[in-house]
């Protein structure tokens, strides 16, 4: 655990842009080539050439702090639409958009409305026209097992 801190801490430190964040460090392998996935985000999304200019600087400071000493192969990714979200960050950034959360109550969808320190809110809409009824749903993070953005083809 301690090269994937190490390389978290690193990637983190070469972040130009303060609107972005580390989602997750994998390290995959332990004969032949290692992989490293460093997954990104930021509140104003992240564009290819970020993922590419943050995977060219990590690359010489992995290389020049030797902190793998075997060949490894780096990908530098943001989350693809089928991750569930995993930061507090993250749902803030989702804050108007429809999720799926999986949660010790069961499974819930709705608008996500809010996410404060403690709990999220969504909005649901229940029945048709006129019978329709919108409630909102608290959940505390620590109920939460995973939350996914629901995409909408609208």
Known sequence: MELVENIR??????LTDNS???VDVVVKGQKGPRKVLIVIDGDNGVTIDDCANLSRELSKS????????ESYT???STPGLDQPLRLRRQ????????????SSQGVSEGKLISASDDKIVLEQETG???EKTITNKEIDYSDIEKIFVLVSFK
Do not use: C, H, P, T
């Open 74 to 76: 780096l990908e530098v």
């Open 62 to 69: 992995l290389d020049d702090l030797q902190l793998i000493a």
């Open 91 to 102: 749902y803030i950034k989702n804050v108007g958009r429809r999720v799926k959360v999986v």
């Open 9 to 14: 801490n690193l990637a983190e430190s070469k």
């Open 128 to 130: 048709q026209g006129k």
């Open 20 to 22: 972005q964040f580390v």
